[in-house]
């Protein structure tokens, strides 16, 4: 029988969480719940998570300290819900590890579709990287990506990335030397159109830059082309 995957829903709000789980557990997705960022360190300590929800503003651990606290060992997408809906808001928590961002009030249908993206993206990593077959590394200069097991080396240190951060990198060292526009990383990389995506897009090249380069204000591989996009160098 195919495992449900589960989705921890966060909010001190209790009437918030009840009305997402229904929502979500419509999708046939497994709910847990939390009222505060350290029973939602509890509950993915006890269980198999495959995604968050979390609000920012809660009482003895905030989203974004529970955020943290979670990035050091998992990779779960993060889902930020916010009452704050003013971009300097989103960009402070895509800075800070989140793979996506909606403010309240939501609307439902857009919530389960980012939901929806976001596992789909988790569970093809996932399944990728447990397939079988002959190993694809994708090389240029100490950047090697290892496409089978989802895994990127620097140097030969591994380096820890969330699902999106992998899905750039990989979309960028596949087109070495080729320079994509904001909208494309956006669309091949969420698979949705792009409405504003430059500061989505532009917190996540600086997460990456921030892993990969020794000095992220001048980087050797993740290069910016003025008013037009970004590209890994050629070797």
Do not use: C
Not at 15 to 21: G, K, M, N, P, R
Not at 115 to 131: C, E, F, M
């Amino acid at each position: 029988m195919e495992e449900r995957l589960s989705v921890l829903v966060v909010d001190d709000d209790r009437e918030i969480v009840e009305s997402i789980a229904i929502y979500l557990s419509r999708e046939n997705l497994q709910i847990y719940k939390a009222y505060d960022g350290l029973q939602a360190l509890d509950v993915v300590a006890g269980h198999t998570i495959h995604l968050i929800l979390m609000d920012v503003m809660m009482p003895r651990l905030d989203g974004i300290k529970a955020m943290l606290k979670l990035r050091e060992e998992h990779n779960i997408p993060i889902i930020l819900v916010s009452a704050k809906s003013e971009d300097t808001d989103k960009i402070f928590g895509l800075e800070f590890g989140a793979d996506d961002y909606i403010t309240k009030p939501f609307n439902p249908l857009e919530l389960i579709a980012r939901v929806k993206s976001q596992l789909r993206r988790y569970v093809q990593l996932g399944t990728a990287a447990d397939a079988g077959g002959a190993s694809e590394v994708l090389s240029v200069g100490g950047l090697a990506l290892d496409v089978h097991q989802k895994r990127l080396t620097v140097d030969g240190e591994e380096v820890k990335l969330t699902p999106i951060e992998y899905k750039i990198m990989e979309l960028l060292m596949r087109n070495q030397g080729r320079v994509f526009s904001i909208d494309e990383i956006y669309e091949r990389v969420w698979n949705e159109p792009s409405f504003a995506p430059e500061n989505t897009v532009a917190v996540h090249i600086r997460r990456i830059r921030e892993k990969i380069e020794i000095n992220p204000r001048e980087p050797k591989y993740l290069k910016v082309v003025w008013g037009i996009g970004y590209k890994i160098e050629k070797a």
